[in-house]
């Protein structure tokens, strides 16, 4: 069984930065890509940036220049830093990982989501 466990979300003044967090755990053979999306109320989920195991990057148009995804293998951690953050960027964010199991088929999970709420 693998679990994304997400962290950092929170209320936070347009202009600002957060940094998001999540941690996969279980029995797996290793973690290929790795991405954060979001959803905003009444709109569909969308990816805003995803990384593969070798640190290639893209991103959403709208979030370059503003958010940086990165990831720490031996952690099996991945990270959104979010900087000048706008009004728009509100959503839950949602983690998700392409994970290889112990029989070496790539499945994919989901995290819990984390609220990301921009409020002056």
């Known amino acids: 069984q693998v679990q994304l466990v997400e962290s950092g979300g929170g209320l936070v003044q347009p202009g600002g930065s957060l940094r998001l967090s999540c941690a996969a755990s279980?029995?797996?053979?290793?973690?290929?890509?790795m991405g954060w999306y979001r959803q905003a109320p009444g709109k569909e989920r969308e990816l805003v940036a995803a990384i593969t195991r070798g640190g290639s990057t893209n991103y959403l148009d709208s979030v370059k220049g503003r958010f940086t995804i990165s990831r720490d293998n031996a952690k099996n951690t991945v990270y959104l830093q979010m900087n000048s953050l706008k009004p728009e960027d509100t959503a839950v964010y949602y983690c998700?990982?392409?994970?290889?199991?112990?029989?070496?088929?790539?499945?994919?999970?989901w995290g819990q989501g984390t609220q990301v709420t921009l409020s002056s």
């Open positions: 998700n990982a392409r994970v290889l199991s112990l029989n070496l088929r790539e499945l994919g999970y």
């Open positions: 279980g029995s797996f053979f290793g973690i290929n890509d």
